[in-house]
């Protein structure tokens, strides 16, 4: 697009009609330029088959900031157009050869009225003519003599209007970028949460695998259990196993915190808890006793020493162990910070067992107790989220439920009694889910 060249014109070309452009008062002091938009001063291009009448009105406009450039004819008009992106065109209406409603209807197969403006410049007041023009998709139109203020205001609008419906344009394609963008990145979560979805039902299943399996096997003696993570993942866990041909371990533990941390941690401290067969383990080694089967008070140490509370973390766990001797009924446990065990005598009242002790991380030097299970006696084990189970009122389920509970069902079968608890739980937390895990680990020595 080329500027005014600027070059002084004095005398009009023979048969130019210089009272047809020039106003009867022309201003002799510019109004303050048009302030440029993002690609610098529009440009116009003028075209009219009158030099003078055309070197006037680009002078006008390039005193106004405008970038001007002019064509003789139709001709030149159309090879500006084709060439050069102008911003609007004022278009004579009256020229030899192609006129300019002949240059209009060819502009406007390639240009509409938002992309290129046309002004139209006629010197005649007829209706038609305006009226052709504008149906062949003029923008607007000014007559002659020119009144120079009204041709601005008039350029103005339409510039004004093309700059607007452009930026809109360039908003709405901008917002369909980022909405694909954004349906993109949206996509990519959806995707990332199907794959988390996947890994935390992977997940819980290594869990659930690592629950005892039914039966234990373990003669004169009953066990069940309910496990319900509050989330996909539990920071509980618990497990009854073999440890020889006269000793079986039973124990819950519960990782502070839940989600994806507390329950690797609660995986790794179950792995250390499982003994291997014919090999050395946390909880069987020789020199540790007559069988070498660890003491409980030992095993809470040796976890104390391998999980030490790590306050970046901010993690710890509780544990409730207890060593069986199967023959002779005899239960030797350690409390680490965990809720204390329920103890049911076959012809007597539930009641709370002894033993407290700081959390596994946060203390060492654990008590050990004993307990004589009688044929008949229940032994229950449980994790906070038992007694803290809150109801829609926000009361919690408490220790005396617990207790009414397990009375309640002493003659049913464990399993059942241990569902019947669990329903209990669920009924009192109404709607809502447990807030917290809910592990139940309950032992009974069958009667002869």
Known sequence: MLAHTGRRRTRPRPGGDMDSVIPAEAPTTAPAALPADEAGPSSVLVVDDNEPSRDILARWLSVHGYRVAEAADGRAALDRIGRDDFDLVLLDISMPGLDGLQVLEAVRRGRDRLDL?????????????????????????????LDFPAVLARVRTQLDLRRSVRLASDLEDRLRRRNAELEEANADLLRAGDRLRRD????????????????????????AWAFRPCEELAGDALNVCRLDDRHAAAYVLDVAGHGVA????????????????????????????????????????????????????????????????????????????????????????????PGTGLPVGLGAGYEEHVLDLAPGDRLVLYSDGV????????EQFGRDRLLAAVEARRGRPLADAVAALEADLLAW????????????????????
């Open 200 to 223: 935390l039902r992977a997940a819980a299943r290594v869990q659930e695998a690592l629950l005892p399996r039914r039966p234990v096997g373990v003669p004169g003696w009953d066990f």
């Open 262 to 353: 507390a329950a690797l941690l609660a995986v790794t401290v179950t792995r250390l808890l499982s003994p291997a067969a014919g090999q050395e383990s946390l909880l069987l080694q020789p020199g540790d006793g007559a069988d070498g089967v660890v003491p409980p008070a030992a095993v809470a140490d040796r976890l104390a020493l391998q999980f030490p509370f790590d306050p970046a973390t901010q993690q710890y766990l509780t544990l409730n162990y207890a060593v069986i001797d199967t023959t002779a009924g005899r239960v030797r446990y350690v409390s680490a910070g965990h809720p204390p065990a329920v103890h049911l005598p076959r012809g007597g009242a539930a009641g709370i067992l």
């Open 429 to 448: 937390c109404g709607p809502a889910r447990p807030r917290d895990d809910v592990s139940v680990l309950a032992v009974e020595r069958l009667a002869g």
């Open 117 to 145: 403006p046309v002004v139209m410049v006629t010197a005649h007041q007829d209706g038609e003519e305006v009226a052709r023009a504008l149906d062949l998709g003029a923008n607007d139109y000014v007559t002659k003599p």
């Open 387 to 394: 007694p803290e189970a809150v109801s829609p009122g926000g």
